[in-house]
């Protein structure tokens, strides 16, 4: 977990301002017990200001550290801080007037008090319920490339799992595990992000990670939490270490892990053998993240075999925005599958329309595109879990999956739940 110098400067001061500008409304009030009430309140002001130096004085940054305990406290502070801003920002709208010698809104005070309950109430909808409560999206995709053999085949795909925020508990992932191995699944794919910072996240979840069954078996890739360079390291070797044993964990798990590499899935049917070439790149990313992903390396061009060539392809990349800067352009993959947005733990369905503050940093940050005759990237969404999405792979196309964990702030909120995506292959 980052929490660079400026946000823990800012986390202060929006606190400092927020709790004197309440504790001078109070004062203000009419009430008669109002001074015993700005008293109560300075006092829990200045436990909050304590509480919150607390949290950032941590060490998070640790090979024996974690996140677990800043990550929940960070919580509790900004469940409460936000709802605090929110009423602020709404009194001070009430104040306007009065730069024209006119009477305060006070009213408005009302609609912050309101606002900042319907705030509080929802980060804690987000932290006690949401994130617990798994979505599963169903994706039928066409393609006349697409082998007969393959005409029906099922792919699960899951993201961002962030074990480390569950600490030891299972019983999420058991429920996930669960779900997924109930869809009979002929493929799971993991598309990055299994721990928040290092790979001893990984232990307590080891056995219920080796449950997951498909005909075909479990495929990963890397994503840029799991590097390990959230971690102070004391020596590059304790780095490649940690690495290492992230990959050791998941293969005796009997994960297969693609490292900028590909395997052929082979099937048979009426004696003849058909396959598709499943492709793996290492995180590709933009900075500050790590950038390690390669696609020459992962499909080299032989005699036979290229990006271009007219085998089906799939592609698993961390990053959605490889796709957007380089696999649309330089490959006729026919569909990638990314995560790494998580839709930032935040997607409302607004009249029919999807947002995400997650859009402002990424065009492509959850459900299916794909590119249009222009060139453009075209948005088509992603169904709720009752409805299924059919679409034709006929120009390249993306699935951003938008995870099954949590990273930073343990909540999910609005129509941000833990993703399951089930992709069925169709020949067209």
């Known amino acids: 977990m980052r929490l660079p110098l400026a946000a823990i400067i800012s986390l202060f001061v929006v606190s400092i301002f927020a709790d004197l500008y309440i504790w001078a409304d109070i004062r203000q009030g009419k009430s008669r017990k109002r001074w015993g009430w700005s008293k109560a309140y300075a006092i829990s002001s200045i436990l909050l200001w304590i509480f919150l130096g607390v949290t950032v004085a941590l060490p998070r940054r640790s090979p024996d550290s974690g996140v677990y305990t800043v990550m929940w406290m960070l919580t509790v502070y900004l469940s409460i801080y936000i709802p605090k801003a929110t009423y602020c920002l709404c009194s001070i709208i009430g104040r306007i007037p009065l730069i024209f010698r006119m009477r305060r809104w006070r ?27 798994i979505q599963t999206v169903r994706l039928t995709v066409s393609s006349g490339r697409l082998p007969d053999s393959f005409d029906g085949y099922k792919i699960v795909q899951i993201s961002d799992l962030h074990l480390g925020t569950w600490g030891t508990d299972t019983g999420f992932l058991t429920e996930l595990v669960d779900s997924i191995n109930n869809l009979k699944p002929d493929l799971i794919v993991f598309t990055g992000d299994i721990v928040n910072q290092k790979a001893d996240e990984l232990k307590p979840f080891q056995k219920v990670l080796s449950d997951l069954k498909a005909t075909d078996g479990v495929y990963s890739i890397l994503g840029n939490h799991d590097y390990g360079d959230y971690i102070d390291w004391p020596s590059a070797d304790e780095k490649k270490n940690n690495l290492d044993n992230l990959k050791k964990i998941q293969a005796e798990a009997g994960w ?4 900028n590499s590909h395997s052929f899935i082979r099937r048979e049917r009426a004696g003849r053998s058909d396959s598709i070439a499943l492709l793996g790149v290492e995180n590709w990313g933009e900075p500050p993240f790590v950038g390690s992903g390669d696609l020459q390396k992962a499909y080299p061009a032989d005699s036979i075999h290229n990006l271009r060539d007219n085998n089906f392809k799939i592609l698993l990349t961390h990053n959605p925005e490889h796709w957007v800067q380089e696999v649309r352009k330089t490959s006729n993959i026919d569909i990638s599958l990314s995560g790494h947005t998580h839709a930032m733990q935040m997607c409302f369905d607004i009249f029919g329309r999807r947002f995400s503050p997650s859009s402002f940093r990424y065009q492509t940050w959850g459900g299916f595109y794909t590119e249009n005759e222009t060139g453009g990237i075209e948005d ?5 879990s ?3 999405l059919e679409r034709s792979l006929d120009k390249p196309s993306l699935y951003v999956n938008i995870g099954a964990g949590e990273v930073g702030i343990p909540f999910r909120i609005g129509a941000s739940n833990p993703e399951i995506t089930l ?4 020949k067209e």
Do not use: C, E, Q, S
């Open 107 to 133: 009213w408005m005070n009302y609609i912050g008090v309101t606002t900042a309950i319907i705030g509080f109430a929802l980060i804690w909808h987000g932290i006690l319920y949401t994130r617990t409560h």
């Open 256 to 259: 297969t892990m693609l490292n």
């Open 380 to 384: 088509f969404g992603n169904p709720d």
């Open 423 to 426: 992709i069925t292959l169709k």
């Open 386 to 388: 009752t409805d299924r």
